[in-house]
Structure formats: structure tokens, C-alpha cells
């Protein structure tokens, strides 16, 4: 074991900092899926689609910028521009029309409500951005590369993804942390998402949570897909496997569980990046291996509270 | 049902009744009439990733139907097209094969893009005994496993468009000791990994495989990879991957500095180097499923090139890329195997039997060269691979240095299974590439 | 006449206008086929969603039993017997995998679920050298019950079995539901607890529905890859379990009827907006869905079974 | 007579509240025992710890000479103890005539698929015991559609399906409407003693405690304050302070 890990702890040293990487962007996806069903109940399919949405509208801001002639720089907040327009436009359109037809309607059918969602905007995904790969890589040239040492070598990192995408993800973990815990609205999310009919019957207006909750759960997936956009090149498709993927987040972080969600995410990339390493076959099986396995050991998912029925 | 489904009922009932009386096979050695316009079945990518290739392919199909019916059709009768998506599964496929052969009584079927798709439709086809040109999918064990009297390839296949570059590799850089090789987790990635290797195994034995990734179909990050290989550093990196997932690992590894510690072969690249740009540095080997290039420096008929890539760019405002040539190609082929095949008949129009008739030995012309089709239904293509380089006429990479592979050089025989075939070669071999042709 | 009587009266019906479609129309005979075996597949799915458990993984036995047919194939090149092959292999898989996640309720049972069938489905593609991966299997030509047949009357003996089958499931879900363990799945949904406080286990009480969903799922994926004669790992993908779920709510989850109604309007659909749009299919099954769930929310046997009652009260 | 239910030391706290703190009671074959106190006093997690929806954090429960400490409920319920809710657990989706029979299937065995859950035996028997309960006028409607006091009934009706020897019943009758209380608690003490049952009940109303309880068991605090005969315990002043004060403010006033 010792003699492993000196032939081999440069090699981990990299895989964590891979894993890392890319958890942060697992985290910005599945936190915001997360929330959404910790609060609404509903499992939201067409969570992928406005990742997808995002990333694309992403890439087109970003070039538009570009081809207005504006500095290089500005590549980074139109990043977070996409977002928020995905997110404050589409978030509400969707509760509004859709959502709030069928709360109290069996979970199936709410799903099911996402699932033609999904299936209709993937489409229409196709009409706006057509399908040849998509992309807009500026704000990763922007910020270089670190070199990490790596025996006699170096290996060079793009500082856009081992330094600000945590940084992203971290700050967005703590945000939420205190947004949920230090405000009144976030209080609220809160106790809706603990016991729903208590904070009915203490008077909170539910309909103004939900609506909230939604909006920002897009704009987090819309963000989680502008941030791909710099590293990766978008074709169709991108949301039905990013979906999946959160899907396994939230079962093994536990309902609504934001910090469920952070390790969880940080569980799937570093495993990921290490199978890669040492075993590449098994890096797709990852994150649905960890699931099994720690419902296995806890059935509630890693933070999941038990609902014990009141009888 | 629907009442909107009623044209299709109705036109279904009609044919329907006629082959419950005749049997299919009847009917297609009946002599058959001139008809008003030739049906021809497109199965292709419309959704998912493959459709990067997929819509191109039917891009060329819609511009090449137009232009055939302005220039008055073939032998006067002008041709219409049916699309099928292949991207809802084999199931869904099938059942519009069938419906576009049994219900649209379609002329010809011009079969899919995916590997797995061809595998389906093809046994289907010779079963209803109608003409399927496989248009674009690679796998070779088609007509290495089994004969068929009505499916012809016309463009070539996994092996040699992974031989190709191995080839233009070990002529130009000989030297390599380590390789490393990412492709895409799925049939293509795989099988083109194992011709590489058991022809490398036989043409320069001793190359030590550093690692073999396969990530997952669809993958949009690379990065875990990238600082796998970059720690590696093999001397030679192959890819098989294209579209998004192409295009994602060339950025990555190109930020990252990757292309400076190996040389890189990507024997589909030519399908991502506009979409890339300068990403993609000088100095790496990039092939193209064929002998595609818009920039080809011997064409057979420049004029004929010029015009394909110039109406393309006209109206899709992109270059175009091999599944367009592949869908030229099958366009050209089918429009020689009816002048054959009416010839043959006496100026009569052709039955789908006489039609398919005509296809062994058929020679046509594709936008770059003069192809023929073998006598066992495969094509016989040339490949063309080259060396990247960058210059002021393009905003990206271009091929220079380009090797033309002549078709019967790197094709496994008529008759013989790939893999032992590539066990055969030796390296000797090499000494047989045609020298490099420096771009114009 | 009584609920029961209607159901089969109407499913005889729909029987014999389903093979005079498949008369009139041969590549017709192929889609409802798939359509038969789509619809015994989802039974089992309305079966779990009577007790509240969604499952987004049931692709999993749809494949399982494609796959098994395709493998044994070449060694066991008869139809009967690989259906028999591929029933008991599935319930063996659902028996074993049921055991696990019959512990597990709401999205906690759907998502591992769909884990394991995506599982199953990376198996499928990283097992290359087995399974032909993407590539998928060739199913070779069959003999039924040891009688070898040509090309039409191998599809008609495929498409009677998917027919005796659908009728055989209908009738034995029929008869399940309405025994004391098919009325306790409805229990699980609305009061699980109480079960227990009965003595009786409501975890094997949903296991008995799981293992059957499973092998319905499995002689369906038994009958697709019979009339495909092709299988690919895309039978495993997740898309193509919610595509099951999809069908139970089109179908309506009230009658047995409903999943084969849900079915033949799926696939027609889809051939329909395929032929029309060949690229916008998806958006046309998911507005279909939508306009479904928000203005007819019993699916197609709702709406019918509503036009029935009204017509024997009027 | 000897003890049915042994319960030694049991103890349960949720966090720092301490719901069960050494709990010693005997239940005799055949008594009726009542259990009164304050809310909170841990009177529902004595029932939930008997039928195995708690476990106990120390301590034993004893039935018919076997422990079932810690049980499942279901491993417990086939022993013969079965319960009732305070607040009622019933199918909502079924009829009541369907809750009555799922519960008869579930005591006589649920596992074969091929006859109906309404087979003639069955049916008949929930009739009657519907009937008993003065529940066949709403035989037919679905359980979601009652309201709370017939529910309650409905709810005992299917704890007495299952044949118990042991019947815990959980404020069988609060929620219903006063005039109809002593009725409906008359009717079940006549089906419950018909059928040799022993109860234990949780209840707030001392007249029905006086009326028809053989012992009165007062928790307070999760221990047991009290033990006794109705008249010698409800006349206790510590008891009438604490416990009954809340209930009836006057004590005996009202039975005046």
C-alpha cells in the first residue's frame, strides 16, 4: 500500500484536482435541481434543457460581445448575463404556464410535465442553434494555464477551470448556505421544504415560494450550462446526459440538501477523475455505483432527513 | 385513429391490398413501369449528436435532389425525398423502412449514418428485396460476414480509412515508440481502435500503448484525460471522435498544450477544422473518411469540385464535409446504376432485381475522383490524409502534404476478413505509399 | 353489463381491428406489434404506478430481454423458447434486483431504478467484445415452435404472439388487481403504513408487482427484438423508460386497456409526425403529452371510459 | 389472571424530552385500560413502542410469555396485537367495505392473485362487522369521502378485523361529535367483548374512562403517576390537578 502510493500519489494529486474541477460544475447543475425539488416536489426533467439553454445563449452573448468589439474581459460576465436571462424568463414562464397547473396532481404526472418539456424545448433547442457543435472557449484563453509540478514535469491546468470554477462553486455553496439560513425568504424556502403543510398553515403564501424557488433553480442550471461553455462545444443532446447525471446527485445527496448536493458532486468527480486515472472503464458506472451504495447504507440519501408518518 | 392520419391510410390501404395479393417477391421481378418520379429513402441523423453530421448530409441530399430535377431528373424522371431520422432507436428505424419501402413504395434506400443502423437495415432490405445503398456508415463487417444481392456501399470503409493514417504516419513520422489512444466509448471508437492496432501490431511491431481511453459517448469534458496523457506523454496520440466531442478534446488539449508534447492523428478531423479554427496547431495528421476535401489538389474534375463546394457554401454558408461528399457519392452512383441499368433493359425502365443488377462492377464519378463499386458491393474509394499547416487564405487549418491512397492498396480484398487481412500486412507495406502532395 | 365485460368486449375489438389494420397495411403489422409489446411492458409500469412508485429504469428488462434473445439466438433459433428463455431470465433479474429496491419508495425507488438500468446499459457498451456494443446484435431468422416459416408468415406468427400475449397479460392484470394483493398495491400508495400494522409486509406486497412488471417488461423487450431482429444498448437508455412512463399516462393508468391504447397512439403518433416532420418528432410527442396531462388527465381510457358511462346513464 | 402485555423499564427520549422514562405496567387477559394524562405526557409512544413503530432505548415488552421488544410491527400484529390511529389510517382510494375486507385478507393471508380481494366469504364477514360498528350505510363509499367520526370507526373496525388478542386504540374518540360518543364507545365495548379482547385506550374523556375502563393507567411525564381501579384513581387530587384538571375543570361537578 505505502509503495502504491509513492509511485502514485503525484498521479492522485492530479486526479483530485480534476475531480475537483469538474464537481465544481456537477455542483452548479444538481444544487439547483435540488433545490427545486426539495421545495416544489417536483422532479424537473427540463432542468437539463435550461442547462443546455444556458450554455448555448452563453455562447451566442459571448460572441456577440465578441463580434461588438468589446474587450476580452467582458467574456466573463457575459457568462453570468446568459444565465440570468435564461433563468428570469424562462423560470417563471414555465411555473407560471405549466407548473402551477398540476401541484396538486400525483408526482407522476408532474414529472411527466417536465419529461414533454424536455422533449419540446430539445427540439426547439435544434431550431434556434441549429446542430453543429456550438462553441465560445475565449474566457479560458483569457485566464491561461497554472503548471502544476508533477515529478520532473509540469502539467498545465486552465486556470479557468481548477481556480475559478470552485472558487464559483464554493462561493455559490456558501451563498446559499446564508441566503437559506441568514434571510427571511430563505427561512422560508427552508420551512417549506422541511414541512410543507406547516408552513401552509403558518401562513406563508406557497404559490410566491414555489415561483421563487423555480426561477432561481433555473438561472442555477442555466448557469451551470454557461459556465460548460467556455470548455466544452454544445451539441444536441447535452441535457439529456447532463440530466441524468443530476439525477444521481440528488437521490445520493438526499432531498434538497444543498450540502448533500457539494459532496455528493465533489464524490462523483473526484471518483470519476481517479477511475480515469487508474481504471478509465469504470468511470461511467461512477456515479450511479456511489448512489447504490451509499442508499444502501443510508436510504434517505447522505443528508436526508427521515420522514417519519405521524400515525 | 387520428383522423389526421387519413392521406397516409389511405394511400396505405391501396398499396397494402397489392402485396397481400403479391407476395414481394413478385413484384420485384415484374417488369416495371417508367414512373413518375423516383422515391428515394434517406436514413440519417436529424436529432442528437450525430446529427453534425447527420443534417449535412441531408443538406446535400435536399441541394443534390434540386439540382438533379432542375438538370431534368435521372433518364428524365425527376427523384423525391423521404427522410428518417435514426436517432429514436432501431426499432423506430426499422419501422420506417419498412413503411417508406411497403407503404411509400420508395424506389431505393439510402442507409444511415450509424454503424448499428446499417447492421439493421441492411438484412432488412435484401429481405423486401429492395435497392440499399449504404451511404456513410463505417463498419466493415457488412459485406465480410454475409453476401447480399441488393445492398452496395458507395464510399469505403472502417478499415481502410483507419489504414490510411497509419500509413501516412509511419511515412512520415517513423520514429514513434508510445502511443495513446482516445476515442469515443461505442462501436466506431472501438472497432477503429482494433483495425489501428492490429495493423500497427503488424506494420511496426514493438509500439508500446500507453493508455487506451474510452470515454463515454457524448462525454463534454476531456479534461481528466487530457492530464492523463499530458503526464504521459505518448509520442503519437490517435482519435477516432468527431463532432462536438472532437472539438471539445482538440480545445482542451490545445489550451493545455497537449499538441506540443505528442502528435496528434485524427482520422475525421476534417469534419471539425472550420468549426475549430486555429485551435488546432500545425504539424498534426488529419484524415477525412475518404478522399474529401474542398481543397483536393488533383481532383478528377475540378470544375465538379468547385461547383459542389461553392453551391454548398452558397447555401449553408459552412464548407462542406465528407457526409456530404458520401451523400454525392450515393447520389452519382445511383444515377449510374439506372443509366446501366436501362441500358441493359433494352431502354426499358428497370426493376428493382435489374436495378440492383447493375450495381456490381458500376463505375461513377464522386466530386473528387472516379469510384468503382467491387463485385461483393463494397466501394472501392481513395483516401486522402495530410498534415496540418496554417495559412492567411483560411481561419483555420488546412491539410498540406496529402497523400492520396489509392483505393485497392488499402481496402481488405474481396472476400476477407479485415483483421486477418491486416495481420498479413508487413512493412514493406510502407515503401508503397504514394509521395506527399504539397498543397497549391 | 359490467366494467370487466366492457374491458374485454372492448379489447377483443380492439383486437380484431388491429389485425385488420395489419391486413390492410404490412409495415403497419410491424408497428403494432412493437405497439402490443410497448403496451404489456407498460402494464407492468401501471401496476407499480398503481402503488405510487415510479419506476425510470424498467428499460432495463425491456433490454434484458431483447438482449437475451439475441444471444441465445444462434444456439436456440426458435421464438417460443426464447420467449420462455427471456420470461425467466427477467424474472430472475427482477426478483434479485426487486429484493433491493422494493425497499425504496418515490424518487429514491425511481432513481435507482434508473441507475441500475444505466448501469446496465454502460454494461452493454463497455462489454464490446460480447455484446457488439453500439453496433448492436443481429437476431437471426427464427422458427416458431420448431416450424420454419418465410418472411410474411413469420411476421404474422410475431404479431399473433404479441397479440395472445397482450390479451393474456391484460386479462391476468385484470384479475391480479382486483385480488386482495392487487388492491393492497393501492394501499401502499394511499397508506402504507397501515399495512404493516396489519401483518402484512407492504415491501413484498410491491416486490410481487415488481417482479411481474418485470418479466411483462421482458417479453416485451423478448417481442421487439423477434420484430426488429436487431438490438442496440439504446433499449437500456433512460429516454427509453420514461418513454414507458410516457405511454402509461397517455394510455391512461385506469383500465388494463390503457397501456395498449397509450401504446398504439404513441407509436402512430410518432410515425405520423415522423412522416410529416422527420426532424421535430419529439416536439410534436411532447406537446401531445402535455396537452394529455393538462386538459385530459385520465388519458385516452379516461376519456373513453367517461364517453361510455355518460353513454349508459344517457 | 395473568398478564398479557409486560412492559419493564422501558425507556424512549426524542432529544432531551423523555417520552417513555421507565415505564413498568402489566396489561391483564381480558381488562379494558384505560390510559389518561396530558398531552405530551408519552402516552402514544407507549402504543408505538407495544407495536413495534418505536424502539425502546432500554428496557422489555413482554406478550403471552414471548418478547417482542423491538419487533416489527408486523412480526407483532401476527402475534395478536393490533392497534388503532388517532388519526385514522385508512385506504383512502377504497371503499370502506374494501378497507374492512383488505383487512380480513391481510389476518387470513393476502398472497393469492387469483381471487378477488370481494370474495363472497369475505365480503359477508366485513358486512357484519361493519354492521356491528354501524357502518353498512356507508359500506360503498370511498374512505376519503367520510367524515372524521365515522373514519375513526372505521379505523377500530379494521384493527378488530384482524381478530387481535390485544387491541391498543389510540383516543378512539376524539373527533367525534359529542352526542354520539357514548353510543359509538357502547357499541365497540359490546363487539370487543363478544370477542374476548383485551384493550388498551388512550382517552381524554373521563366519563368514558369511568364508564367503561376496568383500570386507569395516568402517564405524566413519560412515567406512570397512577395505577388503579377508575373510582380510586380519578378520585386522587394530585391526578384530579394534574390530568383530569385540564379535561373537567370542576371535578365531579359535572357528574353532579
Known sequence: MGDWFEQNGALLGLALLDGIASAALIFMVAVGLNLVFGVLRVLNVAHGSLFAIGAYAAASIGLFFTSAGLPAWASLPALLLAAMIVGLVLGPLIERLLLRRIYSEEPVLQLLVTFALFMILEDAQKLVWGVQPVSFSAPVSLMGTVDVPFGADVIPYNTYQVILLPAIAVATLIGLALFLRRTLTGRVILAVTTDREAATAMGIDARKVYLLTFTFGAMLAALGGALSTPTASLVPGIGASTIVLSFAVVATAGLGQIEGAALTALMIGIGRSIAVTFQPELEVVVPYLIMVAVLLVRPQGLFGVVETRRV | MPSSFQPTRRQALAAGFGSVLLPSALSAQAPAQRPSEIKIGVTTFLSGAPSVFGVPGRNAAEMLAEEINQSGGINGVPVRLFFVDEAPGIDHLVGEFRRLVQNERVDVMLASISSGSCLACTPLGEELRKVTLLWDCGTQRIFEERNYRYAFRTQANATPEILAPLLYLLKTKPDFRTIAVLNQDYAWGRDSWEIWKTAMDALKPGVRVVAELFPRFGATDFSAEVTRLLALRPDVILSTSWGGELDTFIRQAAERRLFERSTFVLPLAESSLERVGRSLPAGHIVGSRGDHWHQHPRPANPQALQRFVENYRRRYNAYPIYPTYHMAQAFSALRAAYAKAIAANGGNWPSDAQLAAAFPGLEFESPTSRMRIREDGQGLEPQLIGTTVHNDRFPFAVMDNMVVFPPEMVTTPAGQNSVNWLKTLTAEMVNRVPDPIRAG | MTQPRIELLLALLGAAAMVLAAMATPWLKFVLTLALAKGIAVLGIMLLLRAGQVSFGHALYVALGAYTVAFLAPSMPDAALLLVAAALGTTVAGLLIGLFVSRYREIFFGMLNLALSMVFYSMLEKFYHYTRGTDGIRVPSLTVAGVPLDRVSYEWTIFGMALVLALGFGVFARVYLASPLGQALSAIKTRETRLDFMGVSSRNVLLSAYVLSALMAGCAGALIAMTSRHVTPLLAYWTASGELVFIAILGGAGGVLGPFLGAAAYELVRVYAAATVADMWQMILGAVLLLVILFARGGIWGLLSSRLQRGRVA | ?256
Do not use: C
Open chain 4, 1 to 256: 389472571m395473568r398478564a398479557l402485555l409486560e412492559a419493564r423499564g422501558l425507556r424512549l427520549a426524542f432529544g432531551g424530552v423523555k417520552a417513555a422514562d421507565g415505564i413498568d405496567l402489566d396489561v391483564m387477559e381480558h381488562e379494558f385500560l384505560a390510559i389518561i394524562g396530558p398531552n405530551g405526557a408519552g402516552k402514544t409512544t407507549f402504543i408505538n413502542m407495544t407495536t413495534g413503530y418505536l424502539k425502546p432505548q432500554g428496557g422489555t415488552i413482554t406478550y403471552s410469555g414471548a418478547e417482542i421488544t423491538g419487533r416489527r410491527p408486523r412480526d407483532i400484529v401476527r402475534r395478536g396485537v393490533a392497534r388503532s390511529f388517532q388519526l385514522p389510517q385508512l385506504f383512502s382510494e377504497h371503499t370502506v367495505e374494501e378497507n374492512a375486507a383488505l383487512a380480513i385478507a391481510s389476518r387470513e393471508g393476502i398472497w393469492s392473485p387469483f381471487a378477488p380481494l370481494l370474495r363472497p366469504a369475505w365480503r359477508q364477514e366485513a358486512r357484519e362487522l361493519l354492521d356491528r360498528f354501524g357502518l353498512l350505510p356507508v359500506a360503498g363509499q370511498r374512505a376519503d369521502a367520510l367524515n372524521e367520526g365515522t373514519r375513526k370507526l372505521a379505523d377500530i373496525a379494521m384493527a378488530v378485523a384482524l381478530k387481535p388478542r390485544l387491541l391498543l386504540m389510540d383516543e378512539p374518540t376524539s373527533g367525534v361529535a359529542a352526542a354520539e360518543k357514548m353510543g359509538i364507545v357502547e357499541t365497540l365495548v359490546r363487539v370487543l367483548r363478544d370477542a374476548r379482547v383485551t384493550a388498551v385506550f388512550v382517552e381524554h374523556d373521563m366519563d368514558v374512562v369511568e364508564r367503561f375502563a376496568d383500570r386507569v393507567a395516568v402517564w405524566s411525564q413519560g412515567r406512570i403517576a397512577a395505577l388503579g381501579p377508575p373510582a380510586q384513581v380519578l378520585a386522587d387530587p394530585a391526578v384530579q390537578r394534574d390530568v383530569i384538571g385540564i379535561e373537567r375543570p370542576a371535578a365531579g361537578v359535572a357528574h353532579a
